[in-house]
């Protein structure tokens, strides 16, 4: 019995595939959708236009984000603020701070409290006033660590946002 000659076979050619970007079916890889989603053949979309519509989504979404900033804070302060008294505490100082909101809009804010003789750069530390209603003052009193649980002259800046 003669064995008949095999022919060696060649490899057969594997052509690379993605998913289709609607349905998920394989397509080439230079296609993003298949026959079924694009009927018509029609031309895809350049990477740079993709990229270009993501960048602009992008900056439109930056300034939308700046405008309703702008419109949401408008009217809030400027805020004026003065330590009223200092007293220890077991934790600290009780320090007793009067804020003024001189602007058209009830706002909270941040005040650092300060050593009045302090060098640049001393210490201090921040602290969160309630809300201070539009045109009024308010007076509270806040617990700070930064100085210790001896009195001392202290000064505050308060910020507007």
């Known amino acids: 019995m003669t064995r008949p000659a095999t022919v060696p076979s060649t490899p057969a050619r594997v052509e690379t595939t993605h998913p289709c970007l609607r349905c998920g079916r394989p397509v080439p890889i230079v296609d993003s959708l298949c026959e079924l989603c694009n009927p018509l053949g029609l031309k895809q979309p350049a990477a740079t236009q993709v990229h270009a519509l993501a960048a602009g989504g992008i900056v439109l979404f930056v300034v939308l984000l700046a405008v309703l ?17 200092v007293a220890a505490q077991p934790a600290g100082l009780g320090v007793t701070i009067s804020v003024s909101n001189h602007g058209s809009k009830g706002a909270a804010t941040t005040c650092r409290v300060v050593a009045v003789d302090r060098p640049v750069g001393g210490a201090g530390q921040i602290v969160q006033t309630p809300i201070v209603p539009a045109g009024e003052s308010l007076t509270f009193t806040a617990t700070v660590t930064a100085f210790g649980d001896t009195p001392v002259d202290l000064a505050v800046d308060c910020q507007s946002p």
Do not use: C, D, H, N
Request: aromatic letters at 6%; charged letters at 10%; glycine letters at 30%.
């Open 69 to 85: 900033a702008r419109v949401g804070l408008s009217g809030v302060g400027p805020f004026e603020g003065a330590v009223t008294g």
